[in-house]
Structure formats: structure tokens, C-alpha cells
């Protein structure tokens, strides 16, 4: 399994992003669970958003409601994660990650749920 993340970079505060996660390894079609999580140093991981990878609801962090969107291009095998109104807290290193068992629930963002990780990618807003 690989996961591969991209878009990141610096935008001013109400700004947007969109990560990518471009994945390998697994059918992507087959309902897996995937997560974005998000680290800031000295800080621990946290969960972002997490949904199935062929489709459905997504969950969210309440500190992302309302402003960030998952969505994926089943056919390219790739998820994303669109952001809006970004603020200074938003400044992260982000990461996607998939559970390598197909099926189950998809609205945990416990860490240990997921066991393959991309290496991630930079967001700063200022």
C-alpha cells in the first residue's frame, strides 16, 4: 500500500486548499476506510476527516465542519481534501491514511484505526 499527498502549501487566512491523496496498493473501489489526520510539532495527530474510499458520507473533526470537504476520483484511485476559510490553527503537516481491511464503520478518527500513512504534506496559513 502507498499513499502519496500533494497540494499543500502557504495561503493567507480565508484561503483554500486542495490535498491529494493519490493511493496504490488496495481497490480503492472497494470500500476502504480512509482517514486525514494532521500534526503540528510538539503537538500529537489528530484526526481531520474520514471516509470510505468508493464513496459515501464523510465524518468530520468539529474543529473542520463546515469548512472542509472530502471527495475522490474513484477512477484514479485518489482522495481529497478540499479546504476552505483556512485560519493560522489550520497550519499543519497532513497526512491521509488507510485502514487495509475493506468494509466495516468509517467514522473513527482514532489513530489506530489506520495503518498505512502517507508521508504528507505542508499547509501554513498566515
Known amino acids: 500500500v502507498q499513499l502519496v499527498e500533494s497540494g499543500g502549501g502557504s495561503v493567507q487566512t480565508g484561503g483554500s486548499l486542495r490535498l491529494s491523496c493519490v493511493t496504490s496498493?488496495?481497490?480503492?473501489?472497494?470500500?476502504?476506510?480512509m482517514g486525514w489526520f494532521r500534526e503540528t510539532p510538539g503537538a500529537s495527530r489528530e484526526g481531520v476527516a474520514t471516509?470510505?474510499?468508493?464513496?459515501?458520507?464523510?465524518f468530520y473533526a468539529d474543529k473542520v465542519k463546515g469548512r472542509f470537504t472530502v471527495s475522490r476520483d474513484v477512477s484514479n484511485s485518489t482522495m481529497f481534501l478540499e479546504m476552505s476559510n483556512l485560519k493560522p490553527d489550520d497550519t499543519a503537516t497532513y497526512f491521509c491514511?488507510?485502514?487495509?481491511?475493506?468494509?466495516?464503520?468509517?467514522?473513527?478518527?482514532?489513530?489506530?484505526?489506520?495503518?498505512?500513512w502517507g508521508q504528507g504534506t505542508q499547509v501554513t496559513v498566515s
Open positions: 471516509a470510505f474510499s468508493a464513496g459515501g458520507s464523510a
Open positions: 491514511a488507510v485502514r487495509r481491511m475493506p468494509g466495516g464503520g468509517c467514522s473513527s478518527l482514532a489513530l489506530g484505526s489506520f495503518d498505512s
Open positions: 496498493g488496495f481497490t480503492f473501489s472497494h470500500y476502504y476506510c
